[in-house]
Nanobody, 122 residues
Framework: VQLQASGGGLVQAGGSLRLPCAAS???????????MGWYRQAPGKQREPVAR???????VYADSVKGRFTISRDNVKNTVYLEMNSLRPEDTAVYYC??????????????WGQGTQVTVSS
C-alpha cells in the first residue's frame, strides 16, 4: 500500500486548507486497510495524532483540533481527507497520512505517506 498526501501550503491564520491522501496498491491490500488518519510533526516536537477515521466512518480528533478540523473518507476513491478550518500558527507542521491493517497473525502494519508541509502565518 502506498499513501500519497497533498494539499499543504502557506495560509494566513484563520484560513483553511484541505489535505487529501490517496491510497494505492493491489485491491486486496487496499481492502485490508482499517483506520486511516493524519499525524503532524512540528519542528523540534514529536509526531502527534491529529485525527483518525475507522473503515466505517467514525472519526476521532485530538483535543487541539476539535471543532476546527474534519476528517472524512471516500472508500470508493480510497482517499481520506482532512479539512482544516480556523487555522492557527500552532497548526504549522508537516502532516503525515497514515493507514493500518493486520497481517495473517493479527499484527498491526502501519503505512505512511511522505508528508505535506502546512504553514500558518500570523
Amino acid at each position: 500500500v502506498q499513501l500519497q498526501a497533498s494539499g499543504g501550503g502557506l495560509v494566513q491564520a484563520g484560513g483553511s486548507l484541505r489535505l487529501p491522501c490517496a491510497a494505492s496498491g493491489t485491491s486486496g491490500s487496499i481492502f485490508s486497510i482499517n483506520d486511516m488518519g493524519w499525524y503532524r510533526q512540528a519542528p523540534g516536537k514529536q509526531r502527534e495524532p491529529v485525527a483518525r477515521i475507522t473503515s466505517g466512518g467514525s472519526p476521532v480528533y485530538a483535543d487541539s483540533v476539535k471543532g476546527r478540523f474534519t476528517i472524512s473518507r471516500d472508500n470508493v476513491k480510497n482517499t481520506v481527507y482532512l479539512e482544516m478550518n480556523s487555522l492557527r500558527p500552532e497548526d504549522t507542521a508537516v502532516y503525515y497520512c497514515n493507514g493500518d491493517s493486520r497481517d495473517e497473525l493479527g499484527i498491526r502494519i502501519d503505512y505512511w505517506g511522505q508528508g505535506t508541509q502546512v504553514t500558518v502565518s500570523s
